[in-house]
């Protein structure tokens, strides 16, 4: 992946991030979640801007990451909390509508699009995100529900600061969040792949090659042709789909392929991000 084109992803997304936060959320008092919703509490409570608390608060986790989740992956998150803090500094908090529920939709919408475009393209907006990635790095849970699990604390704690009806909303919108997090960060969706290929060497060669996969081959053939083929197998996540089907179609344009949807994967599956051996 182009290195600009993913900085570029995560700047824009991280500015949307912000502006959900000052425009519909932080004016009804409708906090995000984790930390993010803790900055905003205390950016309310105190004369200091939420931004300032959002990069207070996300330095340790951020140091944590760094050990478990790697360097490129946090340097942009960093870079991603960096640009919604100052965004959160220059953009007005300004309230679009009247209507508490119509914000912490619009809001719960808008902040879980950008963040899935965040994490989709290796960053995350620090603070939960970090600890639910890693979480998620060891059971296949969708992120969005992780996230969601780990926030119902906030609601809690803005609950007795401020009411509960605006714990409600709260707990609305990072529900919506999470649910919109889900539709786009799909890396915990795994894909039982099948190659049908007279070409079965060359393809499993490329795919070996390119990929931190598994594959396993048996002998097949065809049954009105009689022609003798291989057959491939193999399990990636969605994100991978994009990334083999090239592969696939570079050293056979005529192979069979089917993908169907896994419900769930027992033994040695990496998890991690970097399940390409040459990163793009």
């Known amino acids: 992946m182009d290195k600009f084109l993913r900085l570029g ?26 930390v ?17 608390w959002l990069i207070l608060l996300n330095l340790p986790i951020l140091v944590v990451g760094w050990m478990k989740l ?14 919604t803090s100052i965004a959160m500094l220059y953009i007005p908090i300004v309230q679009v509508t009247e209507d508490a529920l119509l914000s ?32 998620t790095m060891k059971r296949d849970i969708p992120l969005g529900f992780m996230v ?38 799909t890396r915990h969706i795994k894909l039982s792949l099948m190659v049908v290929t007279s070409k079965g060497d060359e393809v499993k060669k490329k795919l070996l090659t390119n990929l931190y996969r598994g594959i396993t081959v048996t002998d097949g053939e065809g049954a009105y042709t009689g022609a003798k083929v291989k057959i491939l197998h193999s399990v990636i ?34 998890r991690d991000e970097n399940y390409k051996k040459h990163q793009m």
């Open 9 to 34: 992803a995560i700047f824009i997304a991280s500015i949307v991030m912000a502006i959900a936060f000052n425009m519909f959320l932080l004016p009804h008092e409708i906090l995000s979640g984790g």
């Open 70 to 83: 790697g360097k490129t992956f946090i340097a942009n998150s960093i870079f991603s909390v960096a640009v």
């Open 104 to 135: 912490s939709v619009f809001g719960g919408v808008i902040s879980g699009a950008a963040v899935g475009i965040i994490i989709r393209f290796y960053g995350s907006t620090g603070g939960f995100d970090v600890v639910g990635l890693l979480l």
């Open 237 to 270: 996540t969605r994100y991978e789909l994009a990334f083999v089907r090239p592969l696939i179609r570079e050293i056979d344009p005529n192979a069979f392929v089917s993908i169907t949807e896994t419900m769930e994967v027992v033994g040695n599956f990496r």
């Open 148 to 185: 969601f699990t780990l926030n119902s604390g906030v609601v809690f704690i803005s609950g007795f600061i401020f009411n509960w009806e605006l714990a409600m909303y709260t707990m609305a919108s990072i529900y919506i969040t999470g649910i919109v997090v889900d539709r786009i960060h």
């Open 36 to 52: 993010t919703g803790v900055a905003m509490i205390f950016g309310l409570m105190t004369p200091i801007n939420s931004g300032i």
